[in-house]
């Protein structure tokens, strides 16, 4: 078990809706990523958070948003979902915002199914 | 474009032998390079991890070799059992505040 809790593990949803997935990083952790694994594109990074401030941005569709709140927990919002957004989503965290400093511990990830 | 390539896609080695994984880059800004191990249904999980100024870095079974002049390096697992089998990614980071750029991962399975 890593520590960073993610929910919830399932999302069946439709095209065109809106959904928001919930992360809580280790005890202690500042800095939050996304990532988003696919079969054709792997495992990619989305966005990164640290201690309330974005800090850094990947291949995010501008449909994605994300936020990280002052206890440190985040929220990935995807909106106007299409077939192709379904996909695992996992969020990292680490202590510190040096991606090649510190070692990043990854939740158990949200399955997203777009029907 | 930053990438890292990693091959092969699919490894299927027997007990006791040793699996080799390899990854190539591109960006010379790269200066950290982890290796995740993901089981089904889990999250990627930390491996081993190494940075340009060593050439090799050992954890129990789990050795990276590293050629800075070739941008490749490498994960062997000595006497592989079949708990091993899992998805393997090699990744990269550095030169700025972006996230790990992984691999696409190799699938292997080690059988008893």
């Known amino acids: 078990d890593s520590g960073v809790t993610q929910t919830p593990k399932h999302l069946i949803t439709a095209t065109g809706q809106r959904v928001t997935l919930r992360c809580s990083p280790r005890s202690g952790d500042l800095s939050v990523y996304w990532y988003q694994q696919s079969l054709d594109q792997g495992l990619q990074f989305l966005i990164q958070y640290y201690n309330g401030e974005e800090r850094a941005k990947g291949n995010i569709l501008e449909r994605f948003s994300a936020q990280q709140f002052p206890d440190l927990h985040s929220e990935l919002n995807l909106s106007s979902l299409e077939l192709g957004d379904s996909a695992l989503y996992f969020c990292a965290s680490s202590v510190t915002p040096l991606t090649n400093q510190d070692t990043q511990y990854f939740g158990p990830g949200t399955r997203l199914t777009v029907l | 474009q930053q990438q890292v390539k990693q091959s092969p896609q699919s490894l299927i080695v027997q007990k006791g032998g040793i699996p080799i994984i390899n990854c190539a880059y591109e960006?010379?800004?790269?200066?950290?390079f982890p290796w995740y191990q993901q089981f089904p249904g889990k999250g990627p999980a930390l491996l081993i991890a190494i940075r340009p100024d060593v050439s090799e870095k050992k954890e129990g079974r789990f050795t990276i070799s590293f050629n800075k002049s070739a941008k490749q390096f490498s994960l062997h697992i000595m006497d592989s059992q079949p708990g091993d089998s899992a998805t393997y990614f090699c990744?990269?980071?550095?030169?700025?505040?972006?996230?790990?750029?992984f691999g696409k991962g190799t699938h292997l399975i080690i059988q008893p």
């Open positions: 990744a990269a980071a550095g030169g700025g505040a972006d996230g790990l750029t």
């Open positions: 960006n010379t800004a790269f200066d950290y």
